[in-house]
């Protein structure tokens, strides 16, 4: 099968796991209030420990090894300090959309990465797919809840939304196909941009949601989603 046409499909799966996040949490709900809340803590630590495993076995290791250090080390420095302006900025904003955006900001790179990484040859691309799908349900999981609870948007209207998402990852696989294995340096830059942005969030925004008192699930989460990532990339090693 044409790589192109791989990468694109690839792409558009680990997507759907967007609007089957959302789909999910119009429906969980358990008794008692415990389990509930042990449960929606649990998700997000998992999609944490997801994007970590990618950071970690994909994005900065293929990254760097396409970029001198001093480069490496601007580009790893500016993702960190682009998603923190931007996270000001949503936050001055009143952030109705900042995790739905936050979600983007990563599935677009990381799918332009799938897109390149597929193009070269190599497994990394596999491995970048699972890690997406991996980390798109439980972070549409979230961004469902909270642009629901923010109240400035209908259910439907919403998953229908989220469900136009997977567009955008498989156009994003596109463009890292066509464009991202013709310029390596360009290419590892974003792969560094987007891993320095991911911890960023993860640290500003996920690990906060995920302590609870007296609960151990959710640590187990982030160890779980992060255990999947290495296991497929011994797998494909």
């Known amino acids: 099968m044409d790589q192109m046409l791989v990468a ?7 997507g759907l796991t967007i609007p089957l996040g959302a789909a999910l949490a119009t ?11 042990e449960f929606r803590h649990s998700v997000v630590a998992f999609g944490g420990g997801a994007l970590l495993a990618a950071v970690s076995l994909v994005l900065v290791p293929d990254g760097a090894e396409k970029l001198t250090v001093g480069w490496a080390a601007i580009a790893f420095a500016s993702g960190g300090i682009a998603f923190f302006l931007l996270d000001r900025l949503i936050a001055k904003s009143g952030g109705q959309s900042a995790q739905l955006l936050a979600m983007m900001l990563d599935y677009v790179p990381e799918a332009i990465a799938l897109g390149a990484a597929l ?15 991996l980390q ?19 259910p439907r209207s919403l998953l229908l939304v989220f469900s136009c998402l997977p567009v955008v990852g498989a156009l994003s696989a ?44 959710p640590p187990l989460g982030a160890v779980a989603g992060f255990q999947l990532g290495l296991i497929g990339q011994l797998l494909i090693s």
Do not use: C
């Open 136 to 154: 798109n349900l439980p972070e549409g999981f979230n961004a469902y809840r909270e642009m629901i609870a923010k109240g400035a948007h209908k």
């Open 174 to 217: 596109w463009v890292g196909h066509t464009y991202g294995a013709a310029y390596p340096e360009l290419l590892g830059g974003l792969m560094l941009f987007a891993a320095s942005g991911i911890i960023y969030l993860v640290f500003e925004d996920i690990a906060p949601q995920v302590p609870l008192e007296k609960r151990w699930a």
């Open 119 to 133: 193009a070269v040859g190599g497994s990394a691309g596999y491995l970048l797919a699972l890690l997406i799908a």
């Open 27 to 37: 429906i969980a709900h358990f008794q008692p209030r415990w389990l509930d809340q």
């Open 8 to 14: 694109i499909s690839l792409a558009t799966l680990a």
